[in-house]
């Protein structure tokens, strides 16, 4: 069919609407314009398409890919390739021995798969355990107490 602009004059019959838009479901219909002084009014909803979700989630300790123990948009869990609908969401991500992150993102309508992109980084609760179990497991080597160290340090 033609493209359709505000202001477009059509004489009066039948016509078949068809509205295409990136990440919503089509909509087509017939349309009778009939003889009006006043304009003829097109007003449709369209649905949004759920995206799929792809997660580039990397910890600051290797710096590789990382698939965290939780990742939830809205208070639902995902999985990776899980399809949502377009909307705001709060998201969280856990990954043991790394901070949580909580965040409020918008997921705009597309037919591409969002990608949810984040940094996590290595929480301080996991580096002071090390130095407790570095603490805790000091033990008698050859005979001798070995004093634990006062420091412990990482690089």
Do not use: C, H
Request: glycine share 8%.
């Amino acid at each position: 069919g033609e493209p359709v602009r505000e202001g477009r004059k059509f004489k009066p019959g039948e016509y078949q609407l068809s509205i295409k838009e990136d990440g919503y479901e089509p909509v087509s219909k017939i349309v009778v314009i009939v003889p009006d002084e006043q304009p003829f009014n097109i007003s449709e909803f369209m649905r949004t398409v759920p995206r799929e979700v792809i997660f580039r989630i990397t910890g600051d300790y290797r710096k590789e890919e990382i698939m965290p123990d939780e990742v939830s948009l809205g208070g639902r869990t995902l999985k990776y390739g899980d399809k949502i609908s377009p909307d705001s969401y709060r998201l969280v991500i856990r990954e043991n021995g790394y901070d949580v992150i909580t965040d409020a993102i918008v997921i705009e309508p597309s037919s591409q798969p969002f990608v949810l992109s984040r940094a996590m980084v290595s929480s301080i609760s996991s580096q002071a355990a090390i130095r407790r179990s570095f603490i805790a497991s000091s033990s008698l080597i050859v005979g001798k107490w070995v004093k634990p160290p006062t420091a412990i340090a990482m690089g």
